[in-house]
Nanobody, 115 residues
């Protein structure tokens, strides 16, 4: 089992930045994929970005060029740097760990972008 705890959400004006952090309860070095997802009211949960154990990344088209995902296997953390935020980025952001056989989720952190 892996417990994931997100932090760093909040209220920011459009054009601003936030950095989300996800702390895992155990080593993430062997976890295949770590990712960030988001869910806005009335919408399905969607992928924001993910990073594989070897460092390759995948980004949603809507955030490409504005967000950057990174992982620190020594600290067991995965961060999401969000720049040039837009009101449509408003959502609850969830950290995810995928181990080939299991999916683990954090409790989520609210990001609100005002216009």
């Amino acid at each position: 089992q892996v417990q994931l705890v997100e932090s760093g959400g909040g209220l920011v004006q459009a054009g601003g930045s936030l950095r989300l952090s996800c702390a895992a309860s155990k080593s993430i070095a062997s976890i295949n994929v770590m990712g960030w997802y988001r869910q806005a009211p009335g919408n399905q949960r969607e992928l924001v970005a993910k990073i594989f154990s070897q460092g390759s990344t995948v980004y949603a088209h809507s955030i490409k060029g504005r967000f950057t995902i990174s992982r620190d296997n020594a600290k067991n953390t995965v961060d999401l740097q969000m720049n040039s935020l837009k009101p449509e980025d408003t959502a609850v952001y969830y950290c995810n760990a995928n181990t080939h056989t299991e999916d683990y989720w954090g409790q989520g952190t609210q990001v609100t972008v005002s216009s």
